[in-house]
Every structure is written in C-alpha cells, then in structure tokens.
C-alpha cells in the first residue's frame, strides 16, 4: 500500500525540480540578453564641430576642453518659467551619481544669452551645486550657440513670438532632452527626460550606463 504515495512523491518532486530548473535556464538567458544588449555598442550618429563659447566663469571654452571625455549636453536658459529648473535639477542628479574617478562632463548650453552672462550663470550653477570642475554653462552669441546646439547636438531652440507668450518669461521653446557625446566628439545617444510615458529614473540609469560604456572606449 505504500508503493503508491511512494511513486506519487517522486513524479511530484521530478515535477518540482523541472519547474526549478526552467525558471533557473530562463533567468540565465534574461540575464545573458540583458548583458548582450548592455554590451552593443552605441551609435554613432554624427560629429559635434569644434565651437568657441564662454563658460561661467568667463574664460573661452572650446572642444578641445572636451576632448577625451564623454560629456551629457542639455540646453536651457535661466529665465525659463518652463521645464529648464526641472532638467537642471536632473543634470544635478546625474553629476551626484557619477563615481568621483569618472572623467565625464556635463555641460548646458543656454538659449537666451543676451541675458545669460556668465555672472548670470554662475549664479546659476551654484544654485544647483555645479561642480564646475565637471560642469560647464555656455553662453555666446546666438549664431555660435545655434551652431553647436542644433547642428551637432541636435538640440532645438525657437524663440516665441511676443505676441504668442503666456508671461514674461516664456520666451523660447526648446529640446528637452539630454545628449551624449564620446572621446571623439560623436554625438552617440539621445534621452528624453520628460514628458508623457517619461520614466525618469529609468532614463538617468541609461544615461549613466551610455557614458560608462563610453569612458571604456579609447
């Protein structure tokens, strides 16, 4: 009579292990995937142009300045009554989660420099507690920083109408996305870092994770 609960223990057993061992096999290739597509190297999508701006502190600043460094690129202007204080705030969360040895930049271009002289970013950068050694704020004229943003960085910029603005400040529309570029000057991804269906955090993650993969490049 114990024949029979004997072999219904073992089939039940067998069973239990074979379910362990598919979700084990399943898990394993998730994770080799995961590590597949962490390892694809990122695009190129096009050369940034060397450029001749001004940082915050006054002093000219150029792509040499760049060179050999991953760099996280946005653009925003100080006035903004929009999306600008949000991106910083993100810029800064970005340069806190940077190991202290990683050799990135991030760097902001404004939009309105006819307003924002480097006195005036200056204060704005320490309004977000800009490590300025790794963070820079660019101004220029207008022509010079159309240049760089939208013809390298891809990044857009228009001015409203004054007839068309809702306050005083609302005074351009502009990308709200983060850039990264290589070693090389190659502009090599594009984030979003609002808007619907945005998932911030998982964003900052993948930016983190571009400009490591980056860093590894020669």
């Known amino acids: 009579m114990n024949g029979e609960p004997r072999k219904i223990s073992v089939v039940l057993s067998?069973?239990?292990l074979l379910v362990l061992l598919t979700l084990?096999?399943?898990?394993?290739?998730?994770?080799?995937?995961?590590r597949a597509r962490r390892s694809q190297p990122?695009?190129?999508?096009?050369?940034?142009?060397?450029f001749a701006l001004t940082n915050q502190s006054g002093s000219a600043s150029s792509l040499a300045d760049l060179r050999g460094h991953a760099w996280i690129a946005d653009i925003i202007f100080t006035r903004c009554s929009g999306p600008c204080l949000k991106m910083s705030r993100q810029m800064k969360e970005l340069q806190d989660a940077l190991p202290t040895?990683?050799?990135t930049r991030l760097v902001t271009l404004t939009t309105d420099p006819?307003?924002?002289?480097?006195p005036v970013l200056a204060k704005y950068a320490a309004r977000f507690d800009a490590d300025t050694n790794r963070w820079m704020f660019l101004t220029g004229t207008k022509k010079e920083i159309g240049a760089l943003?939208?013809?390298?960085?891809k990044l857009s910029a228009v001015e409203v109408k004054p007839a068309e603005r809702q306050s005083e400040n609302d005074l351009f529309i502009h990308s709200t996305i983060f850039v990264v570029v290589d070693k090389q000057a190659r502009l090599r991804g594009v984030f979003e870092t609002s808007g619907e269906g945005v998932d911030w955090q998982a964003g900052k993650q993948?930016?983190?994770?571009?400009?490591?993969?980056?860093?590894?490049e020669p």
């Open 14 to 16: 067998a069973g239990l």
């Open 24 to 34: 084990l096999l399943a898990y394993l290739l998730t994770g080799l995937e995961s």
């Open 42 to 50: 990122l695009p190129v999508i096009g050369p940034v142009n060397d």
């Open 101 to 103: 040895a990683s050799k």
């Open 114 to 118: 006819e307003f924002d002289t480097p």
């Open 149 to 153: 943003a939208a013809g390298g960085l």
């Open 206 to 216: 993948k930016i983190l994770a571009a400009v490591k993969q980056l860093e590894r």
